[in-house]
């Protein structure tokens, strides 16, 4: 969308476009938005898409913002080199229709599937792969942990808002027990998986943990995991106020966010094993930094030693 075309959407007494239909050549404050206050993001956002469907909110546009921050920062002038892969849910979303680059919106549970056949035909593409913590680790929780497993050259960012937002809040594998959610009404009685702990017991090259109230965190792991051979898995910790914090006493995205920042770091001596997540106890940063051999690397040794061809 052209920069006019913007303005000319902005409330009819908003000031900037008074000053704009004015004149719109003029060097007031409506000049220099067009010119100084273009968003970074812009640039690799295809704006026809805009706005996003994304709930008043909800943390699926702090998440796209910190994944560009990261390309942004690391010195991609375009997503070219890049080739995006999400399954079905809200934060799916994120990555198509939105990104201006070559995207593959799957089936339900099986972006890593897709993903891990694209990077074996493609090996010169940087996979990364958006999704919901539904989509990644209940019907599609066999493929993290074994694209985990072979350590799969692509990075993975899960939106992890505890439910099932798209389909209207259904209780799923990170839900909290107790929780109370659309099927799991008198609380959920299961014990939630702790993702970050275990896609780094699966063998994940890098993990990390943060939230949409730690953005340079975040946007500080994504540039590591987008550099690291093998798979990284980035865990974001998401507020879906529509679908789940009403029903769990925090309707409002603020009230989310606040409860993210009190969440505490890992502590170097916290062990990797299984620990049952709580709204208290999520902590956040790094479980796994390791430089081990990458799919892509294994699979052309074989080839080497065969004779045949990787690529
Ligand atoms: C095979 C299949 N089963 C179920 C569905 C319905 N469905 C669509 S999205 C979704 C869950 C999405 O949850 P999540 O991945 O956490 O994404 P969110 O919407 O929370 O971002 C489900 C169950 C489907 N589309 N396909
Ligand atoms: S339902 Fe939840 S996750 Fe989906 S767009 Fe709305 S707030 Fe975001
Ligand atoms: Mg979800």
């Known amino acids: 969308m052209k920069h006019a075309d913007w303005l000319m959407r902005l409330p009819r007494n908003n000031r900037l476009l008074a000053d704009y239909r004015a004149n719109p050549f003029s060097r007031g404050d409506a000049c220099i938005l067009t010119t100084s206050a273009r ?4 640039q690799y956002i295809r704006e026809e898409a805009l706005p996003t469907p994304f709930c008043p909110g909800c943390g699926n546009g702090t998440i796209m913002n910190v994944f560009l921050k990261a390309v942004k920062d690391l010195g991609h002038e375009n997503l070219r080199g890049f080739a995006f892969v999400s399954g079905i849910g809200c934060a799916s979303w994120t990555i198509s229709p939105h990104f201006l680059a070559d995207t593959l919106h799957t089936t339900h549970g099986r972006a890593l599937a897709f993903a891990t056949g694209l990077k074996l035909a493609r090996p010169e593409l940087k996979v ?5 913590d539904g989509d990644l680790a209940a019907i599609g929780g066999n493929h993290l942990i074994h694209a985990a497993r072979r350590n799969i050259d692509m990075t993975v960012i899960c939106s992890n808002n505890y ?15 107790g ?28 993990v990390a943990r943060w939230t949409t109230a730690h953005p340079i965190q975040a946007v500080r792991s994504i540039k590591r995991a987008l550099e690291r051979k093998g798979f990284s898995f980035i865990e974001i910790l998401s507020q879906c ?11 409002s995205p603020t009230d989310m966010l606040q409860w993210f920042k009190t969440l505490p770091m890992k502590r170097p001596d916290t062990p990797i094993e299984y620990t049952v997540p709580t709204k ?15 799919y892509a690397e294994a699979l052309k040794q074989m080839a080497a030693r065969i004779g045949g061809r990787s690529e």
């Open 163 to 177: 439910n099932y937002g798209m389909t209207g809040g259904q209780v799923g594998p990170t839900t909290f027990t």
């Open 39 to 42: 968003h970074f993001s812009l």
């Open 280 to 294: 208290e106890g999520m902590d956040l940063g790094e479980f796994t930094d390791r430089e081990e051999m990458g």
């Open 128 to 132: 990364v792969v958006i999704s919901g």
């Open 179 to 206: 929780d109370r959610t659309t099927t799991s009404p008198y609380g959920n009685p299961e014990r939630p998986f702790d993702l970050a702990r275990l896609v780094a017991a699966a063998g994940a090259n890098y």
């Open 241 to 251: 106020p529509t679908s789940y914090g009403r029903r769990v006493k925090m309707p």
